[in-house]
C-alpha cells in the first residue's frame, strides 16, 4: 500500500448507528487530518493531529469522535449522526503542519446518513 | 472572517489557455496551495507560492501577489484530462488550510 488510504469507501448508517471510518498513512508523516466535503461547499476541516496529539478541533459536534493511536493511523467514530452529516470525508497527511509541507490526501469515505 | 473566493465554474477548448483567479482575506499567511481534484478522488497538489511572483511547472503555473491577496493558476495546451476542479487553499498564522470552494474546470473538444 502507498500514500494514504481510507476505509469504507462507502458507507451507509442510521441515525441511530455507530460506526467508525479509518486512515492509515504509509508516507512516514507526522501530522494527520479529516475533512468534510459538501457539495460545492469548502473544505471543512475538522480534526487535527500531530504526532498523535489533537491540536485542532474545529467546533465539530461531539456525534464525531477522533481516535489517533499512532502517527500512521487516524479513526473517526461517528455515532447519532444526522442527515445533514452525509457527505465525503476525507483523510489527509503532510510532513508537519508549518509550511511549505503539502497534504496528501486518501480517497475519502462517501457516507450518507438516512 | 477568512475567506477565499475563486469563480465556481470555468469552460475552455483543448489546446488552448486557461486562467483560474483567487483571491483571499486571511489572518495571517503562510503560503498559497492549489490542487486538482477529479471527480469522485482525492484532491492532488499542484504548487505551492510563498513568495510573489511566477512559480512554472510543466504545463501549470501559478503567480502570487500577496499585497493584493491574490493568485491564479495559469493551465496551458489544455488536454481533455485537465477536466477537474481546482481548489485554492490558503495557510494562515495557526497553519491550518483556509480552502476555497474549488473552480470546476470544463474542457470542450
Known amino acids: 500500500e502507498t500514500g494514504v488510504t481510507q476505509t469504507p469507501r462507502h458507507l451507509v448508517m442510521g441515525m441511530t448507528n455507530k460506526k467508525s471510518l479509518k486512515c492509515e498513512q504509509h508516507l512516514g508523516h507526522n501530522a494527520m487530518y479529516w475533512y468534510k466535503q459538501s457539495a460545492k461547499k469548502p473544505l471543512e476541516l475538522m480534526f487535527v493531529?500531530?504526532?498523535?496529539?489533537?491540536?485542532e478541533n474545529n467546533s465539530v459536534p461531539s456525534r464525531f469522535s477522533p481516535e489517533c493511536p499512532n502517527s500512521s493511523h487516524l479513526f473517526l467514530h461517528l455515532h447519532t449522526l444526522q442527515p445533514e452529516d452525509s457527505a465525503l470525508y476525507l483523510c489527509?497527511?503532510?510532513?508537519?503542519?508549518?509550511?511549505?509541507?503539502?497534504?496528501?490526501f486518501g480517497p475519502g469515505t462517501r457516507l450518507t446518513v438516512t | 472572517g477568512q475567506n477565499i473566493d475563486q469563480p465556481t465554474e470555468m469552460t475552455a477548448t483543448e489546446g488552448a489557455i486557461v486562467q483560474i483567479n483567487c483571491t483571499y482575506q486571511?489572518?495571517?499567511?503562510?503560503?498559497l496551495f492549489w490542487y486538482q481534484q477529479h471527480a469522485g478522488e482525492a484532491p492532488t497538489f499542484l504548487s505551492y507560492n510563498v513568495l510573489d511572483g511566477l512559480e512554472e511547472k510543466g504545463r501549470f503555473s501559478s503567480f502570487l501577489s500577496r499585497s493584493k491577496g491574490y493568485s491564479y493558476l495559469l493551465l496551458k495546451e489544455l488536454q481533455m484530462k485537465d477536466s477537474a476542479s481546482y481548489l485554492c487553499?490558503?495557510?494562515?498564522?495557526?497553519?491550518?488550510?483556509?480552502w476555497g470552494a474549488g473552480t470546476k474546470l470544463i474542457i470542450k473538444p
Open positions: 486571511t489572518s495571517g499567511f503562510n503560503g
Open positions: 489527509a497527511s503532510s510532513q508537519g503542519l508549518a509550511e511549505p509541507y503539502e497534504q496528501y
Open positions: 487553499a490558503v495557510k494562515d498564522s495557526n497553519y491550518q488550510l483556509i
Open positions: 493531529y500531530n504526532f498523535k496529539e489533537q491540536t
